[in-house]
């Protein structure tokens, strides 16, 4: 049985006394010890080879002669076509080809492709002249699977921009494409 018991703040006598007896009674509850059940796991991961990538082909339009107003020509990644979208520049030649690129790695896993950007200008060799590069396309989805050799292939196209009255000339620039495990 437990009594409530009232401590005068001048009653320093009685105070130790119940300070004793609740220490005392705190000894005396049953104690038993918890027991712990030992139990383990595993961890593991997986570390794959980094993605290389190989270009095997640059983008080549071709040759053209311009024409008095802007012309659009489009190159076709799948099948390298090259189609005339508006303007009245003339294609004359040079074999147009997509860009190709091969990504290596763990066999089977899956990649995706993307360009680095949406539109880049190609230069005059020996000038400042410049056309305009965009929408640059994949010639199929972008994700993929390597194949059980760890490879895949990717072919780029895209849209190029003819001036009107372009100056003669060679004209180069680089575009970027990333290739990642997903």
């Given at each position: 049985m437990i009594k409530k018991i009232i401590i005068n703040a001048a009653d320093k006598t009685h105070r130790s006394k119940v300070t004793l007896f609740?220490?005392?009674?705190?000894c005396s509850l049953p104690f038993s010890p918890a027991?712990?059940?030992?139990?383990?796991?595993e961890t593991r991961t997986t570390i794959n080879q980094s993605?290389?990538?190989?270009?095997?082909?640059?983008?080549?339009?071709?040759?053209?002669?311009p024409g008095g107003s802007n012309s659009v020509f489009r190159l076709n990644p799948r099948n390298g076509n090259l189609n005339q979208r508006s303007g009245d520049a003339i294609a004359i030649g040079g074999t147009p080809t997509a860009a190709s690129f091969t990504a290596s790695g763990?066999?089977?896993?899956?990649?995706r492709i993307s360009s680095g950007q949406n539109?880049?200008?190609?230069?005059?060799?020996?000038?400042?002249e410049r056309m305009r590069v965009n929408r640059f396309r994949f010639d199929?989805?972008?994700?993929?699977?390597?194949?059980?050799?760890?490879?895949?292939?990717?072919?780029?196209?895209?849209?190029?921009?003819?001036g009107p009255n372009q100056v003669p000339g060679t004209y180069r620039g680089t575009f970027a494409v990333n290739i990642d495990y997903f």
């Amino acid at each position: 049985m437990i009594k409530k018991i009232i401590i005068n703040a001048a009653d320093k006598t009685h105070r130790s006394k119940v300070t004793l007896f609740m220490a005392c009674a705190a000894c005396s509850l049953p104690f038993s010890p918890a027991i712990a059940a030992p139990a383990s796991g595993e961890t593991r991961t997986t570390i794959n080879q980094s993605v290389v990538v190989t270009k095997n082909a640059d983008l080549f339009f071709g040759d053209f002669v311009p024409g008095g107003s802007n012309s659009v020509f489009r190159l076709n990644p799948r099948n390298g076509n090259l189609n005339q979208r508006s303007g009245d520049a003339i294609a004359i030649g040079g074999t147009p080809t997509a860009a190709s690129f091969t990504a290596s790695g763990t066999p089977l896993l899956r990649v995706r492709i993307s360009s680095g950007q949406n539109r880049i200008f190609i230069v005059r060799d020996g000038g400042t002249e410049r056309m305009r590069v965009n929408r640059f396309r994949f010639d199929g989805r972008r994700n993929r699977s390597l194949n059980a050799a760890g490879e895949v292939t990717y072919r780029v196209g895209g849209q190029l921009r003819v001036g009107p009255n372009q100056v003669p000339g060679t004209y180069r620039g680089t575009f970027a494409v990333n290739i990642d495990y997903f």
